[in-house]
């Protein structure tokens, strides 16, 4: 989408991204106050945004972005005025082009936008296969080499070098791995009650305050894991923004 008080540099640079063949324009226009109205209707992956217009700056179409919606997309001034720029990567652009526009800079740009696209699409596509980062975790066991899903584990104590999964069948498996580092392995479900030991919240009953453990019930079993006096808030406030998030 293309912001431009002036027609004449407006159609030149619909004619510059078209002709790339790697962008479309799903909107312009040449009055700024039009700007939010056509970015909630179209949302562009780029807004080509000029600084300089009456009655209402680039600077003054963000702020108001920001303020009345939640679309994010990559912003790249376009001026003639080169005085701007500090205070237009201030507001997180992604590009600042000086007009007359360079063909070759602008294909820079857009193919620096298509690369950041494909890599964040990637990431994703790896957060949708492991939503709870790596779902299966491979260890050093005492007698071979262990396969954990995550999924299955109520927690995880440590003594030492070692560290225990405790599954909800009741099974146990030990590695040869430090507890911080199996935690930096673990998904946003977890949480660590203690120096020696990780809890997994989706099987989570209750907390035993007098006792001071966690408590997960699955039928007629029952699991227990110490918990840290100081760490009873935090973990109540990570169930709150659990529950609030799901």
């Known amino acids: 989408m293309i912001v431009e008080d002036e027609p004449e540099a407006l ?4 004619g510059l991204l078209e002709a790339t063949g790697e962008a479309t324009v799903v909107a312009s226009t040449t009055n700024p106050f039009e700007a939010i109205d056509l970015l909630l ?12 217009m009456p009655g209402m700056s680039g600077f003054d179409i963000i702020n108001e972005m920001n303020r009345l919606t939640a679309l994010t997309p990559h912003v790249v001034f376009t001026t003639a005025h080169d005085e701007y720029a500090i205070k237009a990567f201030d507001c997180a652009a992604f590009d600042y082009l000086l007009k007359p526009i360079d063909p070759e800079r602008l294909a820079e740009t857009l193919h620096r936008h298509s690369s950041q696209t494909v890599r964040k699409k990637r990431e994703q596509l790896q957060q949708q296969s492991f939503p709870n980062n790596e779902k299966i975790l491979i260890f050093r066991g005492v007698t071979g080499v262990t396969f954990i899903d995550t999924d299955e584990v109520v927690y ?11 599954f909800i069948s009741g099974r146990i498996e030990t590695v040869t791995s430090l507890i911080g ?4 392995q673990l998904g946003k479900q977890f949480f660590r009650t203690s120096r020696s030991c990780i809890i997994n919240t989706s099987y989570l009953a209750r907390i035993d305050m007098k006792q001071l453990s ?3 019930i699955k039928g007629e079993k029952e699991f227990r894991c110490e918990i840290s006096r100081d760490k009873v808030k935090m973990l109540t406030d990570f169930m709150k923004n659990r529950f609030f998030e799901l």
């Open 41 to 52: 209707l179209h949302t562009p992956d780029i807004l080509f945004l000029d600084i300089k």
């Open 181 to 184: 580092n199996i935690e930096a």
């Open 11 to 14: 159609d030149l640079l619909t």
């Open 156 to 166: 995880i104590t440590a003594d030492g070098n070692y560290s225990s999964f405790h």
């Open 214 to 216: 966690c408590v997960f």
